[in-house]
């Protein structure tokens, strides 16, 4: 008896299918955006083996600042809004002992900012951002008051910048002498203690 005719393969050739997907994973990988958490420059002080000599602390030089878990903020116990936060600051930095509530004199105002750990990371950097803010436009003052009103602050850092080929050797040790002032005038002293839980409405 003859035999019919073989029918033709049905198998599909999966031959080329992983250059289809190594194809569409690398097409994913170059079009998905990744969100990045955005972050914060902090100089942490020079190790030193010798102890830190004794500080006295004063209450009236110490702005606390409370966030609880619902982001809002309790300062010196008065609930207050994120955009007056940079004006308080600023008023107990520059006091220099006229208000009995604010700081003596700038170089020893220090603000207390104490996290609850519900708070979240976008009202943290908001208010980092509102009390370096609060620093720099203070800082931005005295350096007017040096330069006769022609840099800011950044501008005599720049300057003052041993990498800075814009400026002269003359220029650069004027600019290093006016930033060490204005330092140590108001030096930043912002406390941070470990979050805990602070309560909320």
């Known amino acids: 008896m003859a035999k019919g005719k073989s029918r033709g393969s049905t198998e599909i050739n999966a031959s080329s299918m992983a250059d289809i997907a190594f194809l569409l994973l690398i097409f994913f990988l170059v079009t998905t955006t990744i969100d990045q958490d955005k972050g914060i420059l902090h100089g942490l002080p020079p190790w030193s083996e010798d102890e830190p000599p004794p500080v006295d602390l004063r209450e009236k030089n110490v702005l606390e600042i409370l966030v609880n878990a619902n982001n809002q903020l309790l300062v010196e116990g008065k609930y207050m809004d994120i955009s007056e936060l940079r004006e308080i ?62 840099m800011t602050y950044k501008q005599i850092s720049d300057c003052a910048d041993p990498l800075n080929q814009d400026t002269n050797d003359k220029e650069k040790k004027q600019c290093k002498a006016w930033k060490g002032e204005i330092k140590e005038l108001i030096p930043m002293k912002i406390s941070e203690a470990e979050p805990e839980n602070v309560g909320g409405e």
């Not at 003596?104 to 207390?112: C, G, L, N, R, T």
């Open 89 to 150: 600051t600023m008023k107990h930095i520059s006091n220099n002992g006229k208000l009995p509530n604010f700081s003596v004199s700038p170089d020893k105002a220090i603000v207390s900012l104490k996290n609850d750990r519900g708070t979240s990371y976008d009202i943290y950097i908001q208010i980092q951002n509102e009390l370096k803010a609060a620093y720099s436009e203070l800082r931005d003052i005295e350096a007017d008051k040096l330069s006769g009103g022609n």
